[in-house]
């Protein structure tokens, strides 16, 4: 199995990143720290020192409200070095909740002690025998078994096609059903782009219902709002960024460390 098909499985099973997202996952608020403007092409294009100062910004209000949530001092500290140590909080969260020991272990080392933990729970949980397998071998008939029956719902034909074509046609169904909820046209669009039109959809929609004015705003500002001033009216309302999201198709882009 090659790498980059690897990391695909192991982000299927973790439900945590842009290409595949929490396609069958629960996801939480984190799923909103993402990147309007970015575009297909500038996707894996390197980044200058200002073009990724200029990023961590445009993610501010999140990554504040995350360090308080997840109780670091952010006095005296920039904003990436409070974003570096929100990512390494969060895993070791996680790692905790996994019931995985962290002494002594580099963050490496957690993070695919995670991945192996919830690859393992995810398998018992579809019944699928896991003693005598390869964490990939597993990992990638996780993946399968969840593919067809998410394809097997979504009346997709599984016959004749790997596990990557098959992918690629359960997100094409599922980004069309969420697309269509929020009315958003997918016609000549590439995938990325009813991404962000979807996030902007629900991010006018959640500032509908919570009374905030938006004209003259741009989406980020209006997020931005939302975590400063209303996370806890839209996490009583289960709305987006906070919205519930088991079971059900959600489109993330940053959750690298979940």
Known sequence: MN??????????????????????????E???WFDFFKKDTEKDAPKTDEENEKG???????????????????????????????????LLVKAEELGIETKGKDL??????????????????????????EPEALAKEVLDTKLQKKAEEL??????????????????ALIEQEAKTYGVDTNGKQYHEIVMEIHEAKIYDSADKLGIETEGKEPNEILNE?????????????????EENKGKFYIGHHGKDD
């Open 56 to 90: 961590v910004h445009k993610h501010e209000a999140w990554i504040k409200y995350k360090a308080e949530e997840l109780g670091i001092d952010t006095k005296g500290k920039d904003l990436k070095t409070l974003a570096k140590e929100v990512r390494e909080q969060k």
């Open 226 to 242: 939302i975590f400063e001033d209303y996370a806890e009216d839209a996490k009583q309302l289960k709305i987006f960024p906070f």
């Open 3 to 28: 790498r980059q098909l690897f990391l695909l499985l192991a982000a299927f099973v973790l439900g945590s990143t842009w290409q595949i997202s929490t396609v069958f996952g629960n996801a939480g």
């Open 30 to 32: 984190e799923e909103a």
């Open 155 to 172: 009346g997709i034909k599984t016959e004749g096609k790997d596990t990557e074509a098959l992918l690629k046609e359960v997100k094409q």
């Open 108 to 133: 490496k080392a957690i993070a695919k002690e995670i991945h192996q933990t919830k690859v393992l729970q995810e398998a018992k949980e579809l019944g699928i025998e896991a003693e005598g397998k």
